[in-house]
T-cell receptor, first 112, second 115 residues
Framework: DAKTTQPTSMDCAEGRAANLPCNHS???????VYWYRQIHSQGPQYIIH???NNETNEMASLIITEDRKSSTLILPHATLRDTAVYYC?????????????FGKGTRLSVIA | DAGITQSPRHKVTETGTPVTLRCHQT?????MYWYRQDPGHGLRLIHY???????DKGEVSDGYSVSRSKTEDFLLTLESATSSQTSVYFC??????????????FGSGTQLSVL
């Protein structure tokens, strides 16, 4: 599976959009991009995933560049409860025998 | 949210003693996983299961064994606990979602301290 690179930490003002970047320049055509987050001391929580098209759900939007070498997770109106570590993971889709491998993620701090 | 229960939630044990952590699900999902989380290392996969009696190793499996005798239970055993196994242990299950099974649901974690 392709390696991902994320900033170690980011800050965002409450109410503003949080844009979390992820670089996956070695991604291959059948690899999906997944985002999870982990709020302090809790288990990680699924946010969104996509292959090549942009995706949106009730939690966030995922923007994948046309060449698929990078993506951005957008939290449109960040709240204090969005303070968490955000993990970007790239993996071949549908390969149930290949579990997700979590890196160190980006620590997002939402500031009042 | 998926029904996942980890037990115990907290455990303190001594070096050299056996320890078993239990993960119980009520969702009938095929895939179950054990991860550990340590400061500076993030989440690391220990073992996983893709069905009853079907298990495989993850990236940090040394010193751990697992068993899955029925769909709902996935046990993680430390045969002889060491201080390096002090960690927070998370169990997860995966749901078949949008044609793939990458939507993981995690339990609340077990804090294990080996003294």
């Amino acid at each position: 599976d392709a390696k991902t690179t994320q900033p170690t930490s980011m800050d965002c003002a409450e109410g503003r959009a949080a844009n979390l970047p992820c670089n996956h320049s070695t991604i291959s055509g059948n690899e999906y991009v997944y985002w999870y987050r982990q709020i302090h001391s809790q288990g990680p929580q699924y946010i969104i995933h996509g292959l090549k098209n942009n995706e949106t759900n009730e939690m966030a939007s995922l923007i994948i560049t046309e060449d698929r070498k990078s993506s951005t997770l957008i939290l449109p109106h960040a709240t204090l409860r969005d303070t968490a570590v955000y993990y970007c993971i790239v993996r071949v889709g549908g390969s149930g025998n290949t579990p997700l491998v979590f890196g160190k993620g980006t620590r997002l701090s939402v500031i009042a | 949210d998926a029904g996942i229960t980890q037990s115990p939630r907290h455990k303190v044990t001594e070096t050299g003693t056996p320890v078993t952590l239990r993960c119980h699900q009520t969702e009938n999902h095929r895939y179950m996983y054990w991860y550990r989380q340590d400061p500076g290392h993030g989440l690391r996969l220990i073992h996983y299961s893709y069905g009853v009696k079907d298990t495989d190793k993850g990236e940090v499996s040394d010193g751990y064994s697992v068993s899955r005798s029925k769909t709902e239970d996935f046990l993680l055993t430390l045969e002889s606990a060491t201080s390096s196994q002090t960690s927070v242990y998370f169990c997860a299950i995966s749901e078949f979602y949008r044609g793939t099974n990458e939507k993981l649901f995690f339990g609340s974690g077990t804090q294990l301290s080996v003294l």
